[in-house]
């Protein structure tokens, strides 16, 4: 078996999205699967154009993410906008630093380094780029799955809004940078799935074909 790897795509073979089903043909004619009709396709069609928009969107949207707050306390009258920063400084001063660690890394850091992730995996398949394919495959799939994590700052923030509703000295409305952080949540999840990792194997193995 020292067959060099051989792609399935090579032979004309694809999977279907949906039902599993391993269909034979050419892409882009649309084919569909026998078996439940779905549209079927070697690989995810226009991967990297759609993961780049998405990103940008979800670069930008971070911005008012971060500068506009998230929560707006009304306390006797006073209205108090809080960022995500000033949350976390709040948490600190206050001695609870492990809340505002969570805070930290849920709404800061991830998203952050969710993004950072995704440019690093666009750019290494648009050159090719022949390092280290499996960890960036693993790369890939911590992106995919780490998203979900970030929703620990919704449950922070309704846990926050019930405690001090209990109160009821104070009232809380979410701000504008909460929608704008949700849309960074949403978007980088949506592109993380656009994102076809089997790209980051396609230049390795055409390498291969031709060295034989
Ligand atoms: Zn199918």
């Not at 690989?43 to 670069?59: F, Q, V, Y």
């Not at 280290?132 to 929703?151: A, K």
Request: net charge positive; glycine share 8%.
């Amino acid at each position: 078996m020292s067959c060099p790897a051989q792609r399935a795509a090579d032979l004309g073979l694809m999977g279907c999205h949906i039902c599993g089903l391993v269909v034979r043909g050419r892409s882009g004619h649309g084919l569909l699967c026998p078996r439940c009709g779905a549209a079927v396709h070697f690989r995810k069609p226009n991967s990297l154009s759609r993961t780049w928009a998405l990103l940008i969107t979800a670069m930008l949207m971070y911005i008012p993410a971060m500068a506009l707050p998230v929560m707006e306390t009304s306390y006797f009258g006073n209205t108090q906008g809080d960022t995500i920063m000033s949350g976390v400084v709040y948490f600190l001063k206050h001695g609870d630093w492990p809340l505002a660690l969570v805070i930290f890394v849920a709404s800061v850091l991830v998203p952050l380094l969710k993004m950072i992730a995704l440019v690093y995996l666009l750019v290494s398949v648009q050159r090719h780029s022949l390092f280290r394919h499996r960890e960036r495959t693993r790369l890939y799939r911590i992106t995919e799955l780490i998203g979900r994590w970030s929703m620990v700052d919704v449950f922070v923030v309704a846990l926050l809004v019930a405690l001090v509703q209990l109160g009821a000295l104070a009232s809380i409305a979410p701000g504008l940078g909460a929608m704008a952080f949700a849309a960074v949540v949403i978007l980088t999840i949506v592109a993380a799935m656009s994102f076809d990792p089997r790209l980051i194997w396609d230049h390795q193995e055409r390498i291969h074909s031709h060295e034989q």
